[in-house]
T-cell receptor, first 112, second 111 residues
Framework: TQLLEQSPQFLSIQEGENLTVYCNSSSVFSSLQWYRQEPGEGPVLLVTVVTGGEVKKLKRLTFQFGDARKDSSLHITAAQPGDTGLYLC????????????FGTGTRLQVTL | NAGVMQNPRHLVRRRGQEARLRCSPMKGHSHVYWYRQLPEEGLKFMVYLQKENIIDESGMPKERFSAEFPKEGPSILRIQQVVRGDSAAYFCATQGGNEQFFGPGTRLTVL
């Protein structure tokens, strides 16, 4: 069974602070995606990373894929209340066709 | 959520009843994935279907759960004789290239 660990589980910070969320596995991903989910809604795709060492930026969000393609991180700079939500990483493991394995999520709350 | 439609959005059933959840993928997409999300947990893969075929059902419970994706019409996830432990949010997703796009989900509550 492939496990995808996400940390921290909960994060409460003030507006303007920086934060990093981590996603780790013992197995190699063929690709990895980050989603954000609002209460009562489905996950919304933020980014897909495929190449080891890849870094992608989306405004104040920076996504990094580990060189060995077993881990990833999401860094948010100068967090805003609108960043509040559940952040999920989801990996597609080599040899498992198309299904995604999700991490348990990081619930972020950004207060004024 | 990129045009993936699910209905109903909320479904309440009593123990022992049947639940039918529907998913209409984005236009032109013929692959559907179903995931289940228990409260305060991440999503767990259930089943992957193409039109008229089940490709991977490794995440489906062995009993009471079934899924189909007919040639015409939406994909349906059917849960027979529901129990309280089936209460969860059920999401479907469609695939575009390397990425999966999710619908808004059906929240099933079993009384």
């Amino acid at each position: 069974t492939q496990l995808l660990e996400q940390s921290p589980q909960f994060l409460s910070i003030q507006e303007g602070e920086n934060l990093t969320v981590y996603c780790n596995s013992s197995s190699v991903f063929s690709s990895l995606q980050w989603y954000r989910q609002e209460p009562g809604e489905g996950p919304v795709l933020l980014v897909t990373v495929v190449t080891g060492g890849e870094v992608k930026k989306l405004k104040r969000l920076t996504f990094q894929f580990g060189d060995a393609r077993k881990d990833s991180s999401l860094h948010i700079t100068a967090a805003q209340p609108g960043d509040t939500g559940l952040y999920l990483c989801a990996g597609r493991y080599t040899g498992t066709a198309s299904k995604l394995t999700f991490g348990t999520g990081t619930r972020l709350q950004v207060t004024l | 959520n990129a045009g993936v439609m699910q209905n109903p959005r909320h479904l309440v059933r009593r123990r022992g009843q049947e639940a039918r959840l529907r998913c209409s993928p984005m236009k032109g997409h013929s692959h559907v994935y179903w995931y289940r999300q228990l409260p305060e947990e991440g999503l767990k893969f259930m089943v992957y279907l193409q039109k008229e075929n089940i490709i991977d059902e490794s995440g489906m419970p062995k009993e009471r759960f079934s899924a189909e994706f007919p040639k015409e019409g939406p994909s349906i996830l059917r849960i027979q004789q529901v129990v309280r432990g089936d209460s969860a949010a059920y999401f479907c997703a469609t695939q575009g290239g390397n990425e999966q796009f999710f619908g808004p989900g059906t929240r099933l509550t079993v009384l």
